[in-house]
Antibody
Framework: EVQLVESGGGLVQPGGSLRLSCSAS????????LQWVRQAPGKGLQFVSF????????YYADSVKGRFTISRDDSENTLYLQMSSLAVEDTAVYYC??????WGQGTLVTVSP | QSVLTQPPSASGTPGQKVTISCSGS????????VNWYQQLPGTAPKLLIH???QRPSGVPDRLTGSRSGTSASLAISGLRSEDEADYYC???????????FGGGTKLTVL
């Protein structure tokens, strides 16, 4: 059974940093495309970042480009999202997904003074 | 503002058929297949339809997806109270190099 479990969310001040983790089971991360998608309170879904199955390609939404970095640790079968220079507008539940088919339960990031 | 356009709300009575539309452009729906998701309050999105019309195991056949040109739609027949949720369409966008989502449609079962 495929499972994705996010962690690392929390309260952070504007300008701060946070690293989200997504622990995968039931499949290997280096054989699947993975994404981070976020949902601001009361809003819709928004693509954040993508990493290809071979790890050779990464994409970012314009709103996070230069501030967020997606990566993975194949030995830990875990996906990461390093977030820096966080702004109030980054407040959201962050989901990791496998090919937009399987989704984790999400982790809440709150950016507030 | 979302790249894909969905009606913000839809409604129907039990047993009725409801259709939710998703409008895009040549760089997304016009070129790539569409997924549909259901999101219940406080939960993660659940995949209902992938590759325009394919249902994952466990999704009932009263849900059907279709795509034509730069639009797609999700039809739910035999409406049930448990169908009350938010529904999102999603598709890869060749110009943006990433997936794009519709703004979501809140379905109310009257």
């Amino acid at each position: 059974e495929v499972q994705l479990v996010e962690s690392g969310g929390g309260l952070v001040q504007p300008g701060g940093s946070l690293r989200l983790s997504c622990s995968a089971s039931g499949f290997t991360v280096n054989r699947n495309a993975l994404q981070w998608v976020r949902q601001a309170p009361g809003k819709g879904l928004q693509f954040v970042s993508f990493i290809s199955a071979d790890g050779g390609s990464t994409y970012y939404a314009d709103s996070v480009k230069g501030r967020f970095t997606i990566s993975r640790d194949d030995s830990e079968n875990t996906l990461y999202l390093q977030m820096s220079s966080l702004a109030v507008e980054d407040t959201a539940v962050y989901y990791c997904t496998r090919d937009l088919r399987d989704w984790g339960q999400g982790t809440l990031v709150t950016v507030s003074p | 503002q979302s790249v894909l356009t969905q009606p913000p709300s839809a409604s129907g009575t039990p047993g009725q058929k409801v259709t939710i539309s998703c409008s895009g452009s040549s760089s997304n729906i016009g070129s790539n297949t569409v997924n549909w998701y259901q999101q219940l309050p406080g939960t993660a999105p659940k995949l209902l339809i992938h590759s325009d019309h394919q249902r994952p195991s466990g999704v009932p056949d009263r849900l059907t997806g279709s795509r034509s040109g730069t639009s797609a739609s999700l039809a739910i027949s035999g409406l049930r109270s448990e169908d009350e949720a938010d529904y999102y369409c999603a598709v890869w966008d060749d110009n943006l190099d990433g997936p794009v989502f519709g703004g979501g449609t809140k379905l109310t079962v009257l």
